[in-house]
């Protein structure tokens, strides 16, 4: 096995891993021509299922990942990417990681964890 099947999937699911702390940063899509722009650049690009086309994480941020290590399961159906996040912030709602949000056990009520890095509002304005 080479790298991901993607004749089994068009899209297969990657976490993106912050490589120095191990910080899971968020869970994305990759097709075939993502995966091998993420190779070729070194730049992560994912494909965006709402959008339906290719997502250069950062290209409206400028908060990009740069590919540090990657990895793929034991069915070669998953990817773990291991990045640089550089800019701070993975979420498009301005936080380090997409997942912020804590279910507390005990009580069942949602916490936010941390802060955000950027203000949406003025990173993604219509125009």
């Not at 490589?19 to 021509?33: F, P, S």
């Not at 091998?36 to 086309?53: A, D, I, N, P, Q």
């Not at 640089?84 to 709602?93: N, T």
């Amino acid at each position: 096995m080479n790298g991901p099947d993607f004749e089994k999937h068009d899209l297969i699911p990657v976490i993106a891993q912050d490589h120095q702390t191990g910080d899971v940063l968020m869970l994305a899509y990759m097709n075939r021509e993502a995966y091998e722009e993420t190779l070729r650049t070194g730049r992560v690009c994912y494909w965006s299922r709402s959008r339906r086309k290719l997502w250069r994480k950062g290209e409206q941020s400028g908060h990009v990942q740069e590919l540090k290590r990657l990895f793929f399961d034991c069915d070669a159906d998953t990817l773990l990417v291991q990045v640089d996040q550089i800019g701070g912030a993975a979420c498009h709602e301005g936080y380090r990681s997409c997942f912020f949000r804590r279910i507390d056990l005990e009580t069942g009520e949602v916490c936010v964890q941390g802060a955000r890095v950027f203000d949406p509002a003025n990173v993604y304005k219509e125009g």
